[in-house]
C-alpha cells in the first residue's frame, strides 16, 4: 500500500536531478553594427537609451537578465571581432586585423601603410563551436560568418558547427539587398527557396533557427542567430517602415529606416524568445526550454554614426552613439562599446546592471563553464571566465585591461582624406584609457568615469597614469608579437615606447 507514493516519491526526486543536472541549451544572438545607445532600454548603456527606437523585445530580455554596461567588441569593425569571438583569442594571434585589408581610403592621404592582415579565421584554429561540440552540444549557426568560405574549408560547418544557414567571407548581404527574390531565395549562401517571395533576410533566419531548435532531440544545443541587420544597405520590410513614426524633433536618433529594422530585428529576437519560452525542453521533461536556455545578446561593434561628436566629416551617419565619442571603425567608446545582455533564468540575476568591463571573446571561455566543457588542449584562450561574475554580482573579477591593436586605416571620406580611424594601439585600465597613434608617435588619456565623451586629453595632466598604461601596452604589444604598422619604404615602424 505505501509502495506507490515512495516510488512516486523517487520518480520524483530522479526527475528533479536531471533537471539540476541537465547542461543548458545556449543561444547566442549577434546583432551587426548596433550601436550602444540604439535600444530603447537604458540598462545597457548606462541610461543612454534611445527615446526614438522602439525595442520593446530586447527591453524585456534586458529586464528578465543582466545588462554589462562596460562590454566592447573586440575590434572597431567586423571581422576581427567575429575572429576573436570563435577563436577566443587577440587579432595578433589570428592575424585578422580589419576588414579586406588595411590600406583603407587613397594613398596620397596615409602616412604609413597597412600591416599584413587575413581575411579568414585559419582552418586550425580551436573554435568556441568545436569546444561546445566536444562538450556534447549541437551545434548551429545561422547567417554572418565573414571569415572565410567552405570552398577553402573555413566556413561555420569547417569550424565546429553541425549546420549552418548563410556563412561566407561576405561582410552583407551584398548589392542584391535584404529582401528574396521572387521565388523566394535569398543572396546569401544555404538560403534556398524555401521562404516567402520577398522574405526579408532577419525573418528567414529566424525562420532557420527556430526550425533547428524544434528539431533539437537528446542534445544540449548551442544556437548561434548571427544577424546581417543592422548593417548596411539600410532597409526593412514595408510593414515595420509603416509602423515607424519619423523621429521627433531635435531626436539624437533620427533615422526612420535605421529605426524600422531595428524594429525587425528586436521582433525577431521576440520570436526567438518566444519559441523558447513555449517549447518543450527535450532534455528536462516537463520543463520549456527557456527555464535551462542561456540567452545572450550583444553586437559586433558599434553603430554606424557619431563622426560628426568626433570632428569627422563626410562620414557616414546611419545612428548616433552620443554620448559615447564616434561610431564603427574607430577605436574611441562609439566604435567598440556595444549592448550586452545574458539572461539565464534562476542563475543569472534578473534585472541587473553589471558595470564590469568584459570583451566578447570572454564569450568563450565562460559559455564552455558553462556547458560543463574544456578548452581544447594547446588553443591559447585570451580572454577569461566570467561564468562565476554571471551567476553573482559579488564573485570576484581580476581587474585587468582590456587592449585593441589596429594597425591599418579606415577611411571616413576618400575624397577628403578624413579618418574613421588611422593606426592606434589602446589600453583601458580601471576607468583610465590611452591611445598612442602611429603617424603622430604620440599618446592620448582619458578618465572614462568623468568623460566617457573622450574629450579631455590627460596626458600631460596626470604624467604618472600615462607612464603607467603606457607601460601595460607596450608589454602586452611586446608579449603578443602584433604587428606595426609600416613606413611608406616597407620597413616596420617602431613599436610605441613609454612616455618618459
Sequence with gaps: MRLVPVLAVLSWCCAW???????????LILADDLGWTDLSTGRTNGGNGSP?????????????GTCFTDAYSNGPNCAPSRAALWSGQWASRTGVYTVGGGNRGKAEFRKLEAATNQTALASGSATLAEAMKAAGYVTAHFGKWHLGDQVDGESPTDQGF?????????????????????????????????????????????????????????????????HYSVHTPIQAPAADLEATPAAPQGSRHRNRRYAAMLKNLDDNVGRVLDFLAAAEDPLR???????????????????????????????????????LRSGKGSLHEGGVRV????????????????ATPTQLFDLYPTLVAVAGGAVPDGHA?????????????????????????????????????????????????????????YETRSWVLYDLAADINESKDLSEARPADLARLASTLC????????LMPRDLDGGEVARPAAPQ
Design 285 to 323: 521533461a516537463g520543463h520549456k526550454m527557456i527555464e535551462n536556455t542561456v540567452i545572450v545578446f550583444t553586437s559586433d561593434n558599434g553603430g554606424l554614426g557619431g563622426y560628426r561628436n568626433a570632428g569627422v566629416g563626410s562620414a557616414p551617419e546611419v545612428t548616433e552613439q552620443s554620448p
Design 475 to 482: 608589454g602586452w604589444l611586446d608579449r603578443t608579437e602584433a
Design 162 to 226: 553541425d549546420h549552418q544557414v548563410g556563412g561566407d567571407r561576405r561582410g552583407g548581404v551584398g548589392k542584391l539587398g535584404n529582401f528574396a527574390d521572387e521565388v523566394g531565395a535569398l543572396p546569401i549562401p544555404g538560403m534556398s527557396a524555401n521562404g516567402k517571395a520577398g522574405q526579408f533576410v532577419a525573418d528567414r533566419l529566424t525562420d532557420d533557427a527556430i526550425r533547428w531548435l524544434a528539431g533539437v532531440e537528446q542534445a544540449p544545443a548551442f544556437c548561434c542567430v548571427s
Design 17 to 27: 536531478l536531471s533537471a539540476q543536472e541537465a547542461p543548458p541549451h545556449v543561444v
Design 52 to 64: 526614438y527606437h522602439r525595442t520593446p523585445n530586447l527591453d524585456q530580455l534586458a529586464a528578465a
Design 381 to 437: 584562450v585570451d580572454g577569461v571566465d566570467l561564468s562565476s561574475r554571471w551567476r553573482s554580482a559579488d564573485a570576484a573579477v581580476s581587474d585587468r585591461p582590456l587592449f585593441w591593436h589596429f594597425p591599418g586605416y579606415l577611411e571616413a571620406s576618400s575624397r577628403k582624406g578624413t579618418w574613421r580611424t588611422t593606426p592606434v594601439s589602446v589600453v583601458r585600465e580601471g576607468q583610465l584609457k590611452a591611445m598612442f597613434f
Design 339 to 354: 549592448p550586452f545582455i545574458v539572461r539565464w533564468d534562476d542563475r543569472v540575476a534578473p534585472g541587473g546592471v553589471d
